[in-house]
């Protein structure tokens, strides 16, 4: 019986010690292993490029994925807990977004549907439950234009009174309250969504508080000197936060500013003075954080690029805009070297990526010429 039950406890023990050892050496072997059969998409055609960003696109949609290989984790109980649904945060939306907006460009009914569908099924009807899911109101914009139901200006309105609400009750639409600051995403996050509501519906609140939200980060948030955002201010003293080059925090904010065409002097002085820090950057690339020569980073580069683009001041052709970025995506057509979207200490890698800028890569391929 003693024997029995000591065979059973080592037996017990080294199961154990299996699993504990599994659970930190599969992520790094798959780690390995990725980097080993790595291939990146560079590509100089941009008609080859374009339909493989297409069938990334579609593929990440119909699967609700946040495209993040296993050896990207730090064990396998974390991936195989699985991750944070993709509808809880910004990035989805903004992907479904510009993606319905490539699908209106191109006439591709097969994108648009799929997006409609997801949106119908896992969208409406859910609660707004944090200011990061704005973006899915510019979903339901999109979506009302094309067939005017008016459950997608219903979904719309309930967002944009959210967000009446919360500039009432605090002054501004504050991206997360649980922090004194105003962070940088919210200025992405939001501030489009009010641009394209006050656009569409016509009513003047929207688009004020909007402005609001850029004057005043521009005001707190920017640099006199080279215009270039921090990635928060406080509230209460209006000192500027943790990194001010962070280049995704610096792509939240240009993409909020594009609506805005109603700025002071000072604020105009200083979106322009940003213009031309960008602009110094001959080769097109921006890394994880300005100023420091890292490896690019495409969750800077693509909406700064869109940003100079549609500014008007730089000119880039879809096969300049291949030629500058296709190596940085995987041959499936998935953007990789990107920042990591929640703060974990690590850089920019061939494992990373973002939705965002998926989405925004695509919609560029047919705006561009």
Not at 119 to 146: C, H, M, P, W
Not at 222 to 242: F, Q, R, S
């Amino acid at each position: 019986m003693v024997k029995k039950i000591t065979k059973i406890v080592i037996g017990t023990v080294f199961i154990i010690m299996l699993l504990l050892l599994g659970n930190i050496y599969i992520p790094q072997i798959a780690s390995k292993y990725y980097n080993w059969t790595y291939v990146a998409a560079s590509t100089e055609d941009p008609d080859g490029f374009e339909q493989l960003l297409r069938d990334a696109v579609i593929e990440t949609i119909k699967n609700d994925s946040w495209n993040v290989p296993l050896g990207s984790y730090q064990s396998l109980f974390q991936f195989l807990n699985g991750d944070i649904s993709v509808f809880g945060y910004g990035e989805f939306g903004y992907l479904m977004h510009y993606a319905y907006l490539y699908g209106e460009e191109k006439k591709d009914s097969e994108l648009m549907n799929l997006i409609k569908n997801k949106f119908d099924k896992n969208v409406l009807g859910e609660a707004f439950l944090r200011n990061d899911q704005t973006s899915y109101g510019l979903v339901a914009i999109d979506l009302y234009k094309d067939s005017h139901d008016n459950k997608y200006k219903e979904y719309a309105d309930a967002i944009f009174n959210c967000l009446d609400s919360l500039d009432k009750e605090d002054g501004l639409v504050i991206y997360n309250k649980k922090h004194p600051e105003q962070r940088v995403d919210g200025i992405g996050l939001v501030c489009p969504f009010l641009y394209d509501y006050f656009s569409e519906f016509k009513l003047e609140r929207s688009r004020q508080i909007a402005d609001k939200m850029v004057r005043d980060f521009i005001r707190y948030g920017t640099d006199e000197t080279n215009g270039v955002p921090a990635k928060a201010y406080g509230l209460m003293n209006h000192i500027k936060h943790i990194s001010p080059n962070w280049g995704r925090g610096i792509s939240w904010y240009l993409l909020g500013i594009m609506g805005s065409d109603s700025l002071d002097d000072e604020c105009e002085s200083r979106i322009q003075r940003l213009e031309t820090e960008l602009l110094k950057n001959g080769n097109c690339l921006y890394p994880q954080y300005f100023d420091e020569g890292e490896q690019p980073d495409m969750s800077s580069t693509i909406p700064v690029l869109w940003y100079l683009t549609q500014k008007g001041l730089l000119h880039l052709s879809r096969k300049d805009f291949t030629k500058i970025v296709s190596g940085y995506f995987d041959n499936d057509g998935i953007v990789r070297w990107c920042s990591p979207v929640v703060n974990s200490g690590k850089g920019v890698d061939n494992k990373t990526t973002n939705l965002f800028c998926q989405g925004l890569a695509l919609y560029m391929m047919a705006e561009l010429e």
